[in-house]
C-alpha cells in the first residue's frame, strides 16, 4: 500500500479521558472495527489499517471546545449499511448521548445520503454514513 498522502493519525486533546474512552472505544472497537492500538496514562489511541485516533487528556480546561471555530467540524465514517446506521442510532439513544438533527434523519446531509449525526462526551460532531449510495 502506497502511504504517500493517507493520513497516518489525528490526535484530539479531551476534557475526560475515562468518558472519552466509554465513548470510543464503543464505537470505534465495537461497531467500526478499529483495534486499540496504545494505552497511557493520559492517553489512548484506535487503529483502523493504517490510520489512528488518538486522545488525550489536557489539563488546559478553557476555552471549550466549538465545532462552530476555527478547527475541526466532525469526524465522519462509513458503513456498510443503513442498517447498520439505524443500529448505532438506537445505541446512541440507550447509552444517553445526543443526536443531531434528528428531526431531518436520516438525510440530514442531503436526499441520497443515509447518515446519523450525533456528538461525543466533549461535543465532538460524529457523522455515520451508509456506503451503499456510493456502490
Same mark, same amino acid.
Given at each position: 500500500?502506497?502511504?504517500?498522502?493517507?493520513?497516518?493519525?489525528?490526535?484530539?486533546?479531551?476534557?475526560?479521558?475515562?468518558?472519552?474512552?466509554?465513548?470510543?472505544?464503543?464505537?470505534?472497537?465495537?461497531?467500526?472495527?478499529?483495534?486499540?492500538?496504545?494505552?497511557?496514562?493520559?492517553?489512548?489511541?484506535?487503529?483502523?489499517?493504517?490510520?489512528?485516533?488518538?486522545?488525550?487528556?489536557?489539563?488546559?480546561?478553557?476555552?471549550? +471546545?466549538?465545532? !462552530?471555530?476555527?478547527?475541526?467540524?466532525?469526524?465522519? @465514517?462509513?458503513?456498510?449499511?443503513?442498517? %447498520?446506521?439505524?443500529? *448505532?442510532?438506537?445505541?446512541?439513544?440507550?447509552?444517553?448521548?445526543?443526536?443531531?438533527?434528528?428531526?431531518? +434523519?436520516?438525510? !440530514?446531509?442531503?436526499?441520497?445520503?443515509?447518515?446519523? @449525526?450525533?456528538?461525543?462526551?466533549?461535543? %465532538?460532531?460524529?457523522? *455515520?454514513?451508509?456506503?451503499?449510495?456510493?456502490?
Amino acid at each position: 500500500m502506497k502511504k504517500t498522502g493517507t493520513i497516518s493519525h489525528i490526535e484530539l486533546y479531551v476534557t475526560n479521558l475515562k468518558e472519552t474512552r466509554k465513548f470510543w472505544e464503543w464505537l470505534l472497537v465495537d461497531k467500526l472495527n478499529y483495534q486499540l492500538f496504545q494505552k497511557w496514562e493520559k492517553g489512548v489511541s484506535y487503529r483502523f489499517e493504517g490510520t489512528y485516533i488518538v486522545f488525550v487528556q489536557t489539563d488546559k480546561l478553557e476555552p471549550k +471546545y466549538n465545532r !462552530a471555530a476555527v478547527g475541526l467540524n466532525h469526524l465522519a @465514517f462509513y458503513v456498510e449499511s443503513s442498517q %447498520i446506521v439505524d443500529l *448505532i442510532r438506537q445505541e446512541v439513544h440507550e447509552r444517553g448521548y445526543r443526536e443531531l438533527y434528528a428531526d431531518r +434523519y436520516p438525510h !440530514a446531509n442531503g436526499n441520497d445520503v443515509y447518515t446519523l @449525526f450525533f456528538e461525543d462526551p466533549d461535543r %465532538i460532531k460524529v457523522e *455515520i454514513v451508509s456506503d451503499e449510495r456510493r456502490k
